[in-house]
C-alpha cells in the first residue's frame, strides 16, 4: 500500500482560523465573547480527532482510489491485521460502488469493506476470510440453500454483515443480518446458518 492520505487538513485550518478570529474580537476579556486559551486548545484538539472524510490510496495497476463515507470511516480506523489482510483495492465499477438497495461496498484484494448504506454513521465491517466470502458470494434460495437461480452476498438471504469477521482460535467467523458463517481454518470445514437453521456451505 503506496499511499493513502487523509483529507482534514483544510478542516483543521479552518477552524484554527475561526478560532483566532474569535479570539481577536474578544478584545475585552471581561465580556462573555472573550475565548480562553484552555477553550481554543480544546477546539483544535476536537478538530484534530474528528473522522477523516476521504482516504485516498493506491490500487491495482497504479490506479489511484478514493474511500468515502463509512468505507473511508471504517478503514481509518481498521487495525493494522486487518488492513494488511486486505490488501490493495481493486478498481472498476464492479468492484465498489452502490448497489440498488443501497449498500454500498469497496472490494479488496483479501477482502471487502461494506456498509448498509452511505450515511456517514452508518457502521462498516470487514470480512477477509476466503471461506466465509465464498460462502456468502454463493448463489441461495430464500431458504439459504444453494441455488443457481438464487441471490448471493448482500442480495442474498444471509444479508449484509453486522460484525466484522472475529476469531476464536482456529474458528473464524462473521454474523450477518439473518444468520452467520463460521469457518474452521484448521480443517477447512464452513457452517453456513440462515435464520437459525444450518444450511449446506454449497462450497466445492
Same mark, same amino acid.
Given at each position: 500500500?503506496?499511499?493513502?492520505?487523509?483529507?482534514?487538513?483544510?478542516?483543521?485550518?479552518?477552524?484554527?482560523?475561526?478560532?483566532?478570529?474569535?479570539?481577536?474580537?474578544?478584545?475585552?476579556?471581561?465580556?462573555?465573547?472573550?475565548?480562553?486559551?484552555?477553550?481554543?486548545?480544546?477546539?483544535?484538539?476536537?478538530?484534530?480527532? +474528528?473522522?477523516? #472524510?476521504?482516504?485516498?490510496?493506491?490500487?491495482?495497476?497504479?490506479?489511484?482510489?478514493?474511500?468515502?463515507?463509512?468505507? +473511508?470511516?471504517?478503514?481509518?480506523?481498521?487495525?493494522?491485521?486487518?488492513?494488511?489482510?486486505?490488501?490493495?483495492?481493486?478498481?472498476?465499477?464492479?468492484?465498489?460502488?452502490?448497489?440498488?438497495?443501497?449498500?454500498?461496498?469497496?472490494?479488496?484484494?483479501?477482502?471487502?469493506?461494506?456498509?448498509?448504506?452511505?450515511?456517514?454513521?452508518?457502521?462498516?465491517?470487514?470480512?477477509?476470510?476466503?471461506?466465509?466470502?465464498?460462502?456468502?458470494?454463493?448463489?441461495?434460495?430464500?431458504?439459504?440453500?444453494?441455488?443457481? #437461480?438464487?441471490?448471493?452476498?448482500?442480495?442474498?438471504?444471509?444479508?449484509?454483515?453486522?460484525?466484522?469477521?472475529?476469531?476464536?482460535?482456529?474458528?473464524?467467523?462473521?454474523?450477518?443480518?439473518?444468520?452467520?458463517?463460521?469457518?474452521?481454518?484448521?480443517?477447512?470445514?464452513?457452517?453456513?446458518?440462515?435464520?437459525?437453521?444450518?444450511?449446506?456451505?454449497?462450497?466445492?
Amino acid at each position: 500500500m503506496r499511499q493513502f492520505v487523509y483529507r482534514r487538513t483544510t478542516f483543521v485550518a479552518g477552524l484554527c482560523a475561526v478560532t483566532l478570529i474569535a479570539a481577536a474580537c474578544g478584545g475585552d476579556d471581561t465580556t462573555d465573547d472573550a475565548v480562553s486559551p484552555a477553550s481554543s486548545a480544546a477546539v483544535v484538539e476536537s478538530a484534530a480527532q +474528528a473522522e477523516p #472524510t476521504d482516504v485516498t490510496m493506491m490500487g491495482d495497476q497504479d490506479i489511484e482510489v478514493t474511500l468515502t463515507g463509512p468505507i +473511508a470511516i471504517k478503514y481509518a480506523s481498521a487495525t493494522d491485521a486487518q488492513k494488511e489482510a486486505l490488501g490493495m483495492p481493486l478498481t472498476g465499477d464492479h468492484n465498489a460502488g452502490t448497489r440498488e438497495s443501497g449498500v454500498v461496498f469497496q472490494q479488496f484484494h483479501g477482502g471487502v469493506i461494506i456498509a448498509k448504506n452511505d450515511s456517514p454513521g452508518t457502521p462498516a465491517y470487514v470480512v477477509t476470510s476466503g471461506g466465509i466470502r465464498d460462502a456468502w458470494n454463493t448463489e441461495r434460495a430464500p431458504d439459504g440453500t444453494p441455488s443457481l #437461480t438464487g441471490k448471493n452476498g448482500s442480495p442474498g438471504p444471509l444479508g449484509v454483515p453486522v460484525t466484522d469477521l472475529t476469531a476464536d482460535g482456529d474458528v473464524q467467523e462473521v454474523t450477518f443480518e439473518h444468520g452467520k458463517v463460521t469457518e474452521n481454518t484448521a480443517t477447512g470445514e464452513v457452517t453456513v446458518t440462515v435464520n437459525g437453521k444450518v444450511v449446506p456451505a454449497g462450497l466445492r
